[in-house]
């Protein structure tokens, strides 16, 4: 019994999904040596448009924001006219599909671009190396200045504004799994003593400046968010920082936008601090359009749904291992599993 996954759902006034499933965001590291998404790339997109809603895999916004190699960006004219391509192919069949604007902060590396530095809010690296590129190990980020923060603010806007540029139906703020904006929102990567730091209403300061940003360029209906209150991933554990979350999603709720999005790999897991699992607190804290995500199957996302744990659900391997996902759920077929060497391929 999946039935409710297939209903129709409005996000607001301007965009109807066909269904609640969502493919969630996932990054495959296949745009060519200009971070211009390829064609194969369209393709594979186009193959998954009877989701609700692609995410987008993560794009990142300006060349200091990228830590992986071959991660498309949109900042430069042939990356817009490649997305342009990947939008018009999911269009024809009948989808729709947001970018997720990305910058890494200190999971940057210099390996991946020729000009300027690491940056995150303070000077503390996050552990460990590149995957799969050891010998790229995480660098000390410069912290950033009010002037770097001010020309950030502008990259994302502006990275929006490239994106409906290149007829995406809106924009995921990446503000999650311990990147650029989420390094803002943790204890174990903010210790600003500035107005960026030190209070949750500080720390909050630029994810929700970047938020208002993206709005002013393109309007609440298109943009989301989407963000991890659990520290799991590139991210030290702080109880405190509880207290910056509680502040932030009823600043968030008031913005009315597209959805809120939680960034997690397993939603079975459990944070001390929060009481719970990421999208029960996300959930008490929240009342708007909620993504949920993280190892749910149909049958445990259609249950969560219908208990209105969350009001969307995102599903991020299963759609790489199945590009008919969509179709074998309403069909009630086998789904394939997932492995890692999938990764190697654009299937
Ligand atoms: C991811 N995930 C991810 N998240 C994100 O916000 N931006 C991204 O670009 C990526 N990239 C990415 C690549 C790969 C290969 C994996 C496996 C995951 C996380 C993803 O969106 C999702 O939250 C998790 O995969 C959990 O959902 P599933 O896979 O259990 O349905």
Redesign the pocket.
């Known amino acids: 019994m999946t039935e409710n996954l297939f209903q129709p759902y409005a996000l607001n006034d301007a965009i109807t999904l066909n269904n609640r499933i969502l493919m969630?965001?996932?990054?495959?590291c296949m745009a060519d040596e200009n971070l211009v998404p390829t064609t194969a790339m369209a393709e594979y997109y186009a193959r998954r448009a009877d989701a609700g809603l692609i995410?987008?895999?993560?794009v990142i916004i300006r060349p200091d924001g990228q830590g992986y190699p071959n991660?498309p960006g949109i900042f430069s004219p042939e990356q817009i006219t490649g997305w342009q391509q990947v939008t018009t192919k999911v269009h024809e069949n009948g989808g729709k599909i947001f970018a997720?604007l990305?910058h890494t902060g200190r999971v940057a590396h210099p390996h991946f671009f020729q000009q300027g530095d690491v940056l995150a809010p303070s000077a503390i690296a996050v552990e460990g190396s590149v995957p799969r590129m050891r010998e790229l190990t995480y660098q000390v980020p410069k912290p950033v200045t009010l002037a770097d923060i001010e020309g950030l603010i502008a990259d994302y806007a502006q990275a929006a504004e490239n994106a409906m540029a290149a007829g995406f139906d809106g924009v995921?703020i990446?503000g999650?799994?311990g990147?650029l904006i989420d390094q803002f929102l943790h204890y174990g990567s903010n210790q600003r003593t500035d107005e960026y730091g030190v209070t949750p209403e500080n720390m909050s300061r630029f994810p929700l400046a970047v938020v208002d940003a993206i709005i002013a360029r393109i309007g609440n209906e298109r943009t989301a968010l989407?963000v991890s209150p659990g520290a799991y991933f590139n991210m030290a554990t702080d109880a405190k920082d509880r207290e910056v979350f509680d502040y932030l999603l009823p600043a968030l709720e008031k913005r009315s936008l597209a959805f809120l999005?939680?960034?997690?790999?397993?939603?079975a897991m459990e944070f001390d601090y929060l009481g719970g699992k990421a999208s029960s607190y996300v959930r008490a804290h929240y009342s708007k359009t909620l993504v949920g995500?993280?190892?749910?199957t149909a049958e445990t996302a259609s249950t969560a749904i219908e208990s209105e744990q969350f009001d969307l659900?995102?599903?991020?391997?299963?759609?790489?291992a199945n590009p008919d996902y969509v179709q074998k759920i309403r069909q009630g077929e086998e789904i394939t599993p997932?492995s890692?060497e999938m990764?190697t391929s654009l299937v």
Do not use: C, K, M
């Not at 969630?24 to 495959?28: D, K, S, Y």
């Open positions: 969630a965001p996932l990054t495959r995410i987008s895999e993560a991660t997720q990305w995921e990446h999650a799994n990147y989407r999005h939680i960034g997690i790999f397993d939603d995500v993280g190892s749910y659900v995102a599903i991020g391997r299963p759609f790489i997932y890692e990764l």
